[in-house]
């Protein structure tokens, strides 16, 4: 006996119906401000016919207010599971073309559903927004559902990666999951994600404002840092997905994509050298030292659009995955402020969560002096970086290339902070402070007192100079493993990585640290 043919005549209209979602007029609407429907997106994302949905099939729950009477396909929303770099992602597409893609009860349902399948199965999770908000026909219903997936992002947090992309709306308490998440990547045009419009910005304080100035990609990027990653569009949003999950492993317990090379070079890199300003006021270019350091000088930033004094960057170093952190001298001359510690804390302990090695790049004068910093609390912000690498128990490679002063020197990363190998350059200078500070707080009777105190203060800074503020006085107290030169920094810094991929350490039992937040 085979199955009746009405069966899957059924079937198919079914489906039919509710992969048409809105009806082709809504889908030719979002083709013509070039986005791609839910549907699409996913099939963008994962490997050719490898997604599995879920809940194909569900209806809404609600039936008041005219509500029975309409067809909302799947909900308003796909998930499922698919693969992807050869291994299974789940992820969910909100589709605007059905009811805005506003959340229901089971539109948060099969969210929440897919939630606890890559909790339980340890897959990274990838959520791609395009909502109108909760759906207010469905009221408390709506708001429990939103309760229900946050907390589940919470859950997720630490234990496997989160990826939200921003590819349309994502208002009011919709864009408190992508916040939840690990990483945010928002389109350049099409989309918004804000909490109050500036309808209701005006109505609660008469300030007029735009969507530009408070709701878009760049301000989301570069002002608020809410944001990670700017798309030109929905297909490069999914190709940094992509890209993204290359440098990550799909949950904690294992260690990140390493493609070691079988051996490992030690060529010096003459160029390295050439990078080093002759004059030692002058800004250097960091990325010209990451672009030497890692493999083919390819990288993937994270954050380039906020907080631009300091880098933070996914990239492998002879195929071992590393997160760089770096001061960007040409950026206030590389000084830590306070988006610069939130910045560089926060990526810090996503790589230490998802056993990620650091690489920590150093010409830091110190954190940025100022009232405005004060009063911020660079202070708190600033022990953030302590605190997110002394939690570390991931290999920690440091180098310092030039200027480590102050407290500064400990944020990023110095010995006594963790670090397991602290490489330096001749040119490394590490001190309290910059030379010409310390020599007017020393000897400033003894230039005073001078017949001739310009004289007197060059002199007493080139012996500060090369007493104190070389990388010399740190390594014969062991707060360095090697001076090294310029050219050597790739090799040296490979070898180290390799030396420690295979670091062990507890820490004493607790539920958590309490960060100062």
């Not at 912000?381 to 480590?404: E, N, W």
Request: with cysteine; aromatic share 6%; hydrophobic share 40%.
């Amino acid at each position: 006996m085979t199955i009746k043919q009405e069966l899957l005549d059924d079937l198919e209209k079914r489906r039919t119906a509710a992969t048409a979602a809105g009806g082709q007029e809504r889908i030719d609407k979002q083709h013509a401000k070039g986005q791609l429907t839910a549907r699409e997106r996913l099939d963008y994302l994962f490997d050719a016919q490898t997604f599995q949905e879920w809940g194909m099939h569900v209806e809404h729950a609600c039936h008041d207010f005219g509500m029975e009477k309409k067809v909302l396909p799947a909900d308003g929303v796909v998930t499922g599971v698919g693969q992807m770099l050869g291994r299974p992602v789940a992820s969910f597409s909100q589709d605007t073309a059905v009811g805005g893609g506003a959340l229901g009860q089971r539109h948060a349902k099969k969210i929440c559903d897919l939630m606890d399948y890559a909790s339980q199965c340890g897959l990274p999770f990838v959520a791609i927004n395009d909502s109108g908000g909760a759906r207010i026909q469905e009221g408390v219903d709506a708001l429990s559902g939103y309760g229900q997936v946050f907390y589940r992002n919470v859950i997720l947090s630490g234990c496997v990666p989160q990826i939200a992309v921003i590819a349309g709306n994502c208002a009011g308490g919709a864009a408190y999951s992508p916040a939840l998440m690990d990483f945010l990547i928002m389109t350049r045009e099409n989309a918004n994600m804000f909490i109050c419009g500036p309808q209701v910005i005006k109505a609660a304080t008469g300030v007029e404002t735009t969507m530009e100035e408070i709701g878009s990609a760049a301000a989301n990027a570069g002002i608020s840092g809410n944001v990670h990653f700017v798309a030109d569009n929905d297909e490069h949003a999914l190709d940094l997905v992509r890209e993204l999950l290359s440098y990550l492993p799909s949950n904690n317990v294992e260690n990140p994509p390493h493609m070691p090379a079988p051996s490992i070079s030690m060529e010096p890199d003459e160029s390295m050298n050439d990078i080093v300003p002759e004059d030692a006021k002058g800004s250097m270019d960091m990325y010209e030292v990451i672009r030497r350091v890692v493999d083919d000088g390819k990288y993937l930033e994270v954050h380039q659009q906020f907080a631009q004094n300091i880098i933070v960057a996914f990239a492998r170093v002879d195929g071992v995955v590393v997160g760089v952190v770096a001061n960007q001298p040409k950026v206030k001359a590389g000084t830590i402020d306070i988006d610069a510690s939130d910045k560089a804390a926060r990526f810090i302990r996503f790589c230490n969560a998802f056993n990620i090695p650091l690489l920590t790049l150093v010409d830091v004068p110190g954190f940025l002096p100022g009232v405005q910093q004060e009063q911020g609390g660079i202070i708190r912000h600033g022990a953030k970086m302590l605190f997110a690498y002394s939690a570390a128990t991931v290999p920690k490679i440091t180098v310092i290339t030039r200027k480590a002063y102050g407290g500064s020197y400990l944020a990023m990363c110095s010995r006594d902070m963790g670090a397991d190998v602290v490489l330096a350059w001749p040119t490394a200078e590490i001190a309290v402070m910059g030379a010409n500070g310390a020599v007017n707080i020393l000897y400033r009777r003894e230039i005073a007192n001078a017949e001739d105190p310009n004289e007197k203060r060059k002199e007493l800074t080139d012996e500060y100079h090369s007493r104190f503020a070389s990388p010399y006085m740190a390594a014969s107290r062991g707060m360095i493993t090697d001076v090294i030169t310029p050219e050597m920094t790739r090799g040296a810094v490979s070898l180290a990585l390799r030396n420690t991929l295979m670091k062990s350490e507890t820490r004493p039992p607790k539920k958590h640290g309490l960060i100062p937040l």
